[in-house]
């Protein structure tokens, strides 16, 4: 047998083999042959055909839910054509009474020939989508003598004003907002062919039992028990409540359509496009936007399309039970994952845990007696790494809830009781990002990076290369600072500071990085190992190369993205690997807390302490950054335990002008094989 994923080899020859599922109806399975005897292509082609049919079957279930018609909207095409089709009914009734039919005697008998021809009219359309003439006869049994009358469907449909099922369902169409297409065309017929239907049925019952088609009227001393309704509509006569009302382009707007208006309505946000200002400060960052939109996103999936009015506490709970079966460090990474929905990733979730729990059971059986398995199952996972992380899904209910509320004002929507997925976050902050100790700062400044790597490319390999850039300085300015990642990764050159013949950084927000928050906008020293290792010397450098960014290898083309991100795929998550101390949730955040402890520990004031880390004060004077209080965050610096004192420094060294260049966006694989 073959052992690459979705292939099958019969005969010699490799064959593509996936099964594929559009919507809710049932998978079919895809197969054709790869022309290929040779597994090293196959192994090469496989890949991209997973691809190739993953992409075309999201874009044909997003066809077909974004062109038909989906529960809402059909039961609001419905609920419009009951109230015309019973305002016709009464008005038919009458004009019996006003008019007496030129081919009948007898009232009630033209009635319900008008009724049953137009019910067996409505069926014969809803069945098969079209309503073709035929002949109505009225034959009294009991009446020998009397004449039969007979006579076209076509010509009575006029006599009783009933428009043609095509054109009450492009009149509904039009009433809600729908754009027309011939699938939507025909899905609005049935609908209206329906809506006759009950219709005629319940005129029927109302016939029967007057009552029925009023409210209940009140008689002093008596209770009225309430009605049952008719065939499961509402009383004939009493209009559908304000509450369950879907009409317009509210009742069909998706979540992330919502979003985009959402959006619109709020300036603080950033407006349509991002730029909107508010007098009050800057507007959301991208980031931020990004982050609201992803739960309206992984909403609409698990509502299938279906738009947001439709929503519900059933859908939250789909939601939320998704979010539990996903694993936090891999969710939505990659460039497939952005591709993919969340049930698709549970999916892949759910094989590697599958994966995992073979390594485990193949790792016990081997007791030791070699590795050389574990490969198959080096992407595994076990059940107890699955969840996003509480701050996380936190976040996204919070979103979520801020969209729907507003969203309810413009269109009302069910209850929704987000209390149910929001925890309180009870852990001690302390305890959430462990600080680095000294002998582990002195471990992780002892690697290649800082004492010789291979090359460029193998900056983790021992070597004789020594180059200063972001491998070099963003952690070493992270442990002497305390600054968060992004604002060491987004510092400009006009951001370093001499004054006095002593330099400093200046924190402050930029068009390419804002900041966390108002208080993260202040000025630091640099340390002295900062100064004899060669940070200023780099920064001159760069300044006489043209350069505008401290860190300009850090700069994607694309302008997408953040520049602390950028470092954290493209160095950290190399470095890592190469610490055996580093526990969960440890990475540059970690910096921040060993310089807070540090000068804790150093009993220098809280003043200084929340100065450095860009913490908000109790109280704030004037002169924050005088030259005596710089004197004291200078001094301050002394506290933090100087792990680099065995690095020689040596003479500044950028890197090459094609490796400082705007990084350029990754090819994906189908884009290498179009």
């Not at 008719?230 to 979003?259: D, E, F, R, S």
């Not at 006095?500 to 402050?508: A, I, S």
């Not at 960014?549 to 993205?561: C, Q």
Request: overall charge positive; hydrophobic content about 40%; some cysteine.
């Amino acid at each position: 047998m073959c052992s690459i994923h979705n292939l099958t080899r019969k005969h010699g020859t490799y064959y593509f083999r996936r099964t594929i599922r559009l919507g809710p109806d049932k998978p079919f399975r895809l197969r054709f042959s790869l022309r290929t005897t040779s597994r090293k292509r196959a192994a090469l082609l496989a890949p991209a055909m997973t691809l190739i049919c993953e992409r075309l079957a999201m874009n044909m279930t997003a066809k077909l839910t974004a062109d038909g018609l989906n529960a809402a909207q059909r039961a609001e095409i419905f609920r419009r054509q009951m109230l015309a089709e019973r305002d016709r009914l009464e008005v038919m009734h009458a004009q019996l009474h006003i008019l007496a039919p030129e081919d009948h005697d007898d009232i009630d008998k033209a009635l319900a020939l008008r009724l049953d021809a137009s019910e067996l009219a409505a069926m014969d359309g809803a069945s098969k989508g079209k309503v073709e003439d035929f002949l109505v006869a009225r034959i009294d049994p009991k009446a020998d003598d009397e004449p039969i009358v007979v006579m076209a469907w076509s010509d009575l449909a006029a006599a009783i004003a009933q428009d043609g099922a095509q054109d009450a369902a492009i009149a509904r169409l039009a009433e809600i907002g729908i754009a027309q297409s011939a699938l939507r065309e025909a899905m609005a017929r049935k609908v209206v062919n329906q809506a006759r239907i009950a219709a005629i049925r319940e005129f029927r019952q109302v016939l029967s039992n007057p009552g029925a088609a009023y409210a209940p009227v009140p008689v002093a001393g008596y209770e009225q028990p309430a009605q049952a309704p008719l065939n499961g509509l509402a009383p004939h006569m009493t209009p559908a409540p304000a509450a369950t009302t879907l009409a317009g382009p509210w009742a069909t707007m998706t979540p992330t359509a919502a979003v985009e208006k959402f959006f619109e309505h709020n300036p603080r946000t950033g407006g349509v496009d991002g730029t909107a200002r508010r007098r009050s400060g800057e507007p959301w960052t991208e980031k931020t936007r990004e982050q609201f939109r992803l739960p309206a996103l992984l909403l609409e999936q698990v509502m299938h399309g279906r738009p947001l009015a439709a929503v519900t506490h059933d859908d939250l709970v789909q939601l939320n039970t998704c979010f539990e079966k996903l694993h936090g460090p891999s969710f939505r990474k990659s460039p497939k994952h952005r591709t993919m929905t969340i049930q698709e990733i549970v999916a892949e979730t759910e094989d590697r845990v599958r994966r995992g729990e073979k390594a485990a059971v193949a790792a016990a059986r081997r007791k030791g007696k070699g590795a050389s398995q574990e490969a198959d199952y080096a992407d595994g996972l076990s059940r107890d790494q699955l969840g996003l992380g509480l701050s996380t899904t936190n976040r996204h209910w919070s979103f979520l809830r801020q969209l729907t509320d507003w969203f309810n004002t413009h269109q009302p929507l069910a209850t929704l009781n987000y209390a149910a997925f929001i925890e309180n976050d009870r852990r001690n902050p302390r305890d959430q990002r462990d600080r680095y100790t000294e002998e582990e700062g002195r471990q992780m400044f002892s690697l290649p990076p800082w004492t010789g790597s291979q090359s460029h490319e193998r900056r983790m390999q021992p070597g004789n290369l020594l180059v200063h850039g972001a491998w070099y300085f963003v952690p070493m300015i992270g442990w002497y600072t305390g600054m968060r990642r992004d604002e060491i990764c987004g510092l400009a050159l006009d951001d370093i500071e001499v004054v006095d013949g002593l330099w400093q950084f200046n924190v402050r927000p930029t068009a390419i990085r804002r900041l966390k928050t108002v208080t993260s906008a202040r000025k630091l020293p640099f340390a002295h190992e900062l100064v004899r290792l060669g940070l200023p010397g780099y920064v001159t450098a760069l300044r006489e190369a043209g350069e505008t960014m401290l860190f300009p290898e850090l700069i994607a083309e694309s302008g997408k993205g953040t520049m602390g991100d950028a470092y954290y795929k493209t160095i950290w998550t190399k470095i890592a690997p190469a610490l055996p101390f580093l526990k969960s949730g440890q990475a540059n955040q970690s910096f921040r807390h060993t310089v807070i402890d540090a000068m804790k520990g150093a009993k220098v004031s809280p003043e200084v302490r929340a100065d450095f880390a860009g913490h908000k004060l109790s109280s704030q004077t004037e002169g924050r950054y005088s030259k005596a209080h710089m004197a004291l965050l200078r001094e301050a610096t002394h506290a933090i335990p100087e792990v680099t004192s065995k690095l020689d420094p040596f003479p500044t060294t950028l890197l090459p002008a094609r490796l400082r260049a705007p990084r350029k966006a990754r090819v994906s694989k189908q884009e290498r094989w179009s």
